[in-house]
């Protein structure tokens, strides 16, 4: 069984950054893919961000240039800089993995980007 425990979610200014991590546990980690999906309130979750086992990695046209999504096989972790935060960035960010067909869900982190 693979848990996913996500950290680093906040209260961030306009403009500012925060840097979310996810750490797994198992032994699968180095050889699954890993994503970031958000929700913001009344909205369908969407895909952030993910990160091949290979260290391909695909975003979001809305966060191209300002996310960042990197991975440590070392620590079973991976994490998601985000830079120049904007309101709409505002929502619950989950760290899933994805292996041999299965999908595996942390519990999510808030971030909030207001004045």
């Known amino acids: 069984q693979v848990q996913l425990v996500e950290s680093g979610g906040g209260l961030v200014q306009p403009g500012g950054s925060l840097r979310l991590s996810c750490a797994a546990s198992g032994s699968i980690f180095s050889m699954s893919t890993m994503g970031w999906h958000r929700q913001a309130p009344g909205k369908q979750r969407e895909l952030v961000a993910y990160i091949s086992s290979g260290g391909y990695t695909t975003y979001a046209d809305s966060v191209k240039g300002r996310f960042t999504i990197s991975r440590d096989n070392a620590k079973n972790t991976v994490y998601l800089q985000m830079n120049s935060l904007k309101p709409e960035d505002t929502a619950a960010f989950y760290c899933?993995?994805?292996?041999?067909?299965?999908?595996?869900w942390g519990q999510g982190t808030q971030v909030t980007v207001s004045s």
């Open positions: 899933n993995l994805w292996y041999a067909g299965t999908t595996y």
